[in-house]
Every structure is written in structure tokens, then in C-alpha cells.
């Protein structure tokens, strides 16, 4: 039987999460304090991937050439079901209210189902349960109706908000290695970045802002095309 | 404000993940006959484990690279680098292919239908698999990401007990076919990050979590060439691989962290002549109120008379409240009355820590965890890590809330010797919610300064009205 995941309609239309502020290491004003334990409220039962996998480093290039489906949403539900055809195989299916998709086909919502491997992850639901915001590189969805981030943690990324409002995006290995190589790999297909996709791309590490990372999640789709 | 405070602190108790320690995987939880200690095999006898009867490895022309036999004589290898450590009991035995309903004659696991018989072996507890993904295709059957070059999963555990029942353990040959063409996702590599990769696997089939040590190496940034000093300390359970193989450095697979988890975890007779301990809590600065989720390191001091720098090198990690659940449970929502299965609930515990040390001289460290390592990566019993003011300081003898957190003392312990109430009060954290909080009531402004205050020890209360 091919299920029908991902499948993609109409949804409600999304907020975006709470505010995050930096962390401050001197005790900051109780004016700036509400908010950021407000937002670490909501974080405290996230969890973002499966444990007991481990995976090869891959860089953005590599992350956006292994994506069917590359997409920004608040996850709106998760449950913990067996897989219909399968039925020693836990899995997670989560549904995503979407607020951009980059590659892909476009839609408002989006429900895939992810294996489990572990039994534990269950009472967290696969670690998507409350988990906000997030950017999901997903790999092509299997004959068995199947998919997950490309390798794992490293294709979903967090979207965090300073003080200002300003939003960042920052994956399950804290982006290390998240670069390397990328701006030789596209110029050597003839893409030229801009000045701000280049000043990221020379990070090793760390949260990066999330309109320059979309901008070069863009220009690598066309570049691959 | 105090509320908020304490509400952010008791959220993160109340919604934090499951238990997922920095030493074992996990810890039994309200269900056992013992609460809060780490679920481990039975090791009485050796561990036995079913093989998938197919090639580990072959080309994408179909062409064997690696067979079964290589296949399982590398299992073997690799399970032994834990075997092999002379403190620990545990042993493995190969118990033959896997076999059993659903499952083909020859035993090779190659197609979703085949897998799903498989965890029905290891869901009831019959057999412990290791499958061979020989070409990544049931890595892309399941949805997965042909990045991964294994994974390992707990199948079924004795709650009461406290026992790992059965396990699997999974590889993924494509990394080892020859073939490097990341254009068709088919990645590659040596042959010996892949045996380090599947030994971190087969430590969390073990009974290992997490361990963070020598962080600096992953926030720098290296990736490839890391110090040998620092790449030394670096666990092999260390959440993330990125440095160049250890065995290319000229180290043994097992950093000093791994090899006193596993002893810890399941150890042999020698384990007490060679280990010491070195255990207390970590509090906020009101000096009794527990910190769980703070990462604790013991480091050697550094020897002058050799080249080697030993504070790098030889290092073993915990994370406070290992033995607590990281999920209490909360009635107020309606989906999360019972918490976590894992886990004690007794409240001495949320920041108690307890390191095994060879003999030798220590200094003792708090950190937070890093904030990437969440969910795959996370290490100790919140997920995501709770980020804690004052997180970062060095044990004295005189801790306070006021003193200098990079003021250290070194601690000489001896094999055999328990070392406790090493105890660290972390500066500048905000006040807390007391356990008698009715919004009417406050505590006592410490006396200044205060030092180790016995953790059972209650601060006057003051009504207001």
C-alpha cells in the first residue's frame, strides 16, 4: 500500500513562535527576563531527533541536493502510531502548518511519517511534539510512505528570535561544518553569492540569520536545477 | 517575578525529556525495584547477539565488497573494543544469523518486510539483530537518510528489574563499498571512522548515553585535524563526530570517559582496585536547592614532566541529576500526568553527580550542556539542555555564591575511595520558589557568605502576614 505522505492542503494560518532572547550572562533586567524564561517555557519540552543514529557531517549543499522537500512551519500535531503495513515499525506522523515552502511542492500543510527506532522516544512523541518552528530538509518520501530529515539533526533546523525580533536558524549540531565547502562547490557551478551569504558562509559554526540562510538555500536550488 | 522564576525552573522539570544520562543511557523509573539506577544487561552471561546473514557491503554493480563473514567478524572486532576493557564484566557472543519467523532461510535482512520481522525478534525480546544494510537501500525503504551510517535502538527492557532485554544495531554498508558520489548520495568512509561510528552505536546498545568533554574542540569549530591532546579526552560517546579517527591519532578507540562508563555500568571485580569516585551535588546560589542538567567534569591535572597534557586527555563527565527523571509529569494539561517512565522521582537526586576516576589528581567543573544537543545528540536528562546562569566553575573547597569560579582545588583520590560532598554553589543564579511557596511567604536572605550548607537543611520561612 503507498500512503499518501506527504499530503498537502489547506491549513490554518500560522503565528509565528513565541519571542527567544539571546542569552545574557550578567543577570539581566526583569523586563527582559519575562519574555526569555517565557520562550524557554515553551522550548523546555521540545526535542528535535531521534537518538542512537549517527550520521555523516553534511553541508548545506549536501543537505539541499538530498531534499525532495525543503519547508519553514509550526508543527501543529505529532502522534505515535504503528506503521499501518508494518506493524513492529513505531513511527511519528507530524503535521506541519507551513509558512514557506523553498522546495517542493507548495502548500499550507504538510503530514509525514518518520520511523522511530528507539521505544523510549515514544513519550516525546519522536521529539516534534511542541517543537515550534522548525526548517525541515526532507528526504523523498519511500514507497512505503516514509521520510525524515536528511541526516537527521543536521537537516532540521530551530528558528530562534533575539530581542529584536530578528530570527535565526539553528540545526541539531549547532550548524558545525554546516558551510564547508559550500562556496566552492557553487562557484564551481557558476553561482556567485551575495556579500551577506558570504560573510555566513565563513562561519564555523553557530546560529545563523534566517533570511540569509534562505536566500542561500534559494540560489543552491537553482543552482542545482 | 520570583514566581516566574521559579515556574520557568519547575516547567523545565515538569516538561523536560526523557531520561538520557551523560554515563548510561538511561535510569529505571518509578516502576523498578530500584528507582534511578541505569538500566543495564544482564551480565552473568555474555550478551548474544543474531547477525544478518547477507554481505555487510556491496557496490552499486551488486558486487560483494564486503561479505557476511568480514561482515560479522567486524561485528565481533567491534563489540570487543568494549569487551576488551579489563574493568568491565560485560561480553558479547555471537549467537549465529538471525533467524525466526518472517525472516529468509539465509538470513539476510534486505527489504522493509524482512526488518519488520526482524524487530519482531528484538520487540519480544528473543534476539538482539545487527542488521546489514549491504547497499543503503533499506536505510531509503524506511525514509532515512543515506547519511546515516547506523543507529542503534533499545528493543525491550525489564522496568522492574532495570535490565536491557534486547537491542538492535544497524549498519549501513554503503559507507563502505568504495564508492564516493555524493551526486547519487552514495558517501564513503574509512575504514576506520566507520568501526568508530558503529562503536558509538554498540556503547548506547550497551547501556551508554551521551558525555560531553573537551567542548571547545566542537564549539572552534574543528572538523578534520583536532589536537591529539584534546581528541584524546574526546568520549567516543561524545554526542557528535567530528575530528579525525582516533586510531589515525595514534589512540586507542576508548577515551578515559568511555572506559569508566562501561566499567561503571558493568563492572568487573578489578573495577574497585582501579576506580575511586568522586560524587556531590550542584546547587543554585540560595546554597540547598538542587541543580539537575549541568554538565560535570573531572579532569587530571596536568603532569609538567610529560609533553602530554593530561587535563585534556584524561577526563570522565556525568551530568547532575543523572539519576533523576527529566520528566516529573504534571496533571494540569492532561497529556503529561505520569511523565517519563524513566527516572527517580526522589528529589535528593535532581542535582546529584557521581564520577568514576582512576587514581590520580582532579580538579572538578560544571557546564552547561551545549545547546545543540538536543533530541539525536542530547546528553543527560533534559532535552533540550536547560541553559543555567553561573553555570561555569571550578570546585574549592571554599564554594560560595560570591566566590571566583575559576578558583580551583585538586582533589587526590585513590582507588577504592569515595570522595562525596564535593559540592558546588553556583554564583548569580535568580531566586527560586521554596517548597512551601503560597505567594505569602518568603525566604531569609542567606547569611553572607555561606559555604556548603547541608542540601537537607531548610531555610527559616518568613510569613509576611
Same mark, same amino acid.
Given at each position: ?225 | ?120 525478534? =528484538? ?30 535502538? *533499545? ?70 585535524? =583536532? ?15 567530528? =575530528? ?184 548569580? *543564579? ?36
Amino acid at each position: 500500500m503507498r500512503l499518501p505522505i506527504p499530503s498537502l492542503g489547506r491549513g490554518p494560518s500560522i503565528e509565528s513562535n513565541k519571542e527567544l532572547l539571546d542569552f545574557n550572562p550578567k543577570f539581566p533586567s526583569a523586563r527582559a527576563v519575562i519574555p526569555f524564561f517565557a520562550l524557554l517555557l515553551l522550548l523546555c519540552p521540545a526535542a528535535y531527533s531521534q537518538s542512537g543514529a549517527n550520521t555523516a557531517p553534511a553541508d548545506l549543499d549536501t543537505l539541499v541536493h538530498g531534499a525532495q522537500t525543503i519547508l519553514r512551519g509550526q508543527v501543529t500535531s505529532a502522534k505515535v502510531e504503528p506503521h499501518p503495513q508494518f506493524s513492529n515499525l513505531q513511527t511519528v506522523v507530524v503535521t506541519l502548518a507551513v509558512n514557506r515552502v523553498l522546495k517542493g511542492e507548495p502548500a499550507s500543510t504538510i503530514t509525514f511519517r518518520q520511523y522511530l527506532w528507539d521505544a523510549r522516544e515514544l513519550p516525546v512523541l519522536g521529539g516534534y511534539k511542541a517543537a515550534g518552528e522548525l526548517l525541515l530538509f526532507l528526504n523523498p518520501v519511500s514507497p512505503y510512505g516514509l521520510t525524515s530529515p536528511v541526516a537527521l539533526e543536521q537537516g532540521r533546523f530551530r528558528i530562534l528570535r533575539d530581542a529584536k525580533g530578528n530570527r535565526y536558524a539553528l540545526n541539531g549540531r549547532g550548524n558545525l561544518g554546516l558551510f564547508s565547502h559550500v562556496e566552492n562547490k557553487a562557484s564551481s557551478r557558476g553561482l556567485i553569492f551575495s556579500k551577506p551569504v558570504k560573510e555566513m558562509l565563513a562561519k564555523p559554526n553557530g546560529q545563523v540569520p534566517l533570511d540569509v540562510f534562505e536566500e542561500a538555500i534559494h540560489e543552491l536550488i537553482g543552482a542545482a536545477k | 517575578m520570583k514566581r516566574r522564576l521559579g515556574a520557568f525552573f519547575l516547567s523545565c522539570l515538569l516538561f523536560g525529556g526523557f531520561a538520557d544520562a551523560g554515563g548510561p543511557l538511561r535510569v529505571t523509573g518509578a516502576g523498578a525495584t530500584n528507582a534511578g539506577q541505569p538500566f543495564v544487561w544482564d551480565v552473568s552471561n555474555p550478551i548474544r547477539y543474531t547477525v544478518d546473514g547477507g554481505p555487510l557491503s556491496v557496490s552499486p554493480s551488486g558486487q560483494i565488497v564486503s561479505s557476511n563473514s568480514q561482515g560479522v567478524a567486524r561485528v565481533q572486532s567491534l563489540f570487543q573494543n568494549w569487551q576488551s576493557v579489563p574493568t568491565t564484566s560485560i561480553t558479547y557472543s555471537y549467537a549465529g544469523q538471525i533467524s525466526g519467523a518472517g525472516i529468509p532461510s539465509n538470513g539476510d535482512v534486505k527489504t522493509i518486510q524482512d526488518f519488520n520481522a526482524a524487530l519482531g525478534l =528484538c520487540n519480544g525480546g528473543t534476539q538482539s539483530p545487527v542488521i546489514f544494510d549491504a547497499d543503503g537501500s533499506l536505510l531509503r525503504a524506511l525514509g532515512l537518510s543515506p547519511l546515516i551510517i547506523g543507529f542503534s535502538g *533499545t528493543c525491550k527492557l525489564d522496568y522492574q528489574a532495570g535490565h536491557i532485554v534486547s537491542a538492535l544495531v544497524f549498519l549501513n554498508g554503503e559507507f563502505q563499498d568504495g564508492v564516493n558520489d555524493p551526486t547519487t548520495s552514495n558517501y564513503e568512509l574509512t575504514a576506520d571512522q566507520f568501526d568508530e561510528a558503529i562503536t558509538h552505536e554498540m556503547g548506547h546498545f550497551s547501556g551508554l548515553g551521551h558525555s560531553q568533554i573537551n567542548l571547545d574542540l566542537f564549539k572552534s569549530g574543528f572538523a578534520g585535524n =583536532c589536537p591529539v591532546d584534546e581528541l584524546a579526552g574526546l568520549p567516543i560517546m561524545f554526542p557528535v563526530e567530528f =575530528c579525525q579517527s582516533r586510531k589515525s591519532a595514534g589512540l586507542p578507540i576508548l577515551a578515559p570517559d568511555d572506559v569508566a562508563w562501561i566499567s561503571k555500568l558493568c563492572p568487573h571485580a578489578t573495577f574497585a582496585s582501579n576506580y575511586g569516585t568522586i560524587s556531590g551535588f550542584v546547587f543554585f546560589s540560595d546554597g540547598i536547592t538542587h541543580v539537575q542538567g549541568l554538565n560535570v567534569i573531572a579532569r587530571q591535572v596536568d603532569d609538567p614532566s610529560t609533553p602530554q597534557d593530561e587535563s585534556k586527555r584524561v577526563a570522565v563527565s556525568v551530568v547532575s541529576g543523572f539519576e533523576f527523571t527529566g520528566n516529573p509529569g504534571q496533571a494540569i494539561t492532561g497529556d503529561n500526568t505520569g511523565g517519563s517512565q524513566y527516572g527517580s522521582r526522589n528529589p535528593a537526586l535532581i542535582g546529584y553527580y557521581e564520577i568514576p576516576v582512576t587514581s590520580g589528581t582532579y580538579t572538578v567543573q560544571t557546564e552547561n550542556v551545549d545547546s545543540s544537543f538536543v533530541g539525536g545528540s542530547s546528553v543527560g536528562p533534559l532535552d533540550p539542555p536547560a541553559i543555567t546562569y553561573g553555570a561555569y566553575e571550578y570546585w574549592h573547597q571554599y564554594e560560595s555564591a560570591f566566590d571566583n569560579p575559576a578558583q580551583k582545588d585538586a582533589l587526590t583520590v585513590q582507588a577504592g575511595q569515595k570522595l562525596s560532598n564535593i559540592n558546588f554553589i553556583l554564583n548569580q *543564579t535568580p531566586p527560586r520558589f521554596d517548597q512551601f511557596e503560597d505567594g505569602e511567604v518568603r525566604l531569609e536572605s542567606p547569611p553572607t557568605p555561606f559555604l556548603l550548607r547541608d542540601p537537607r537543611e531548610l531555610w527559616p520561612l518568613v510569613r509576611l502576614s
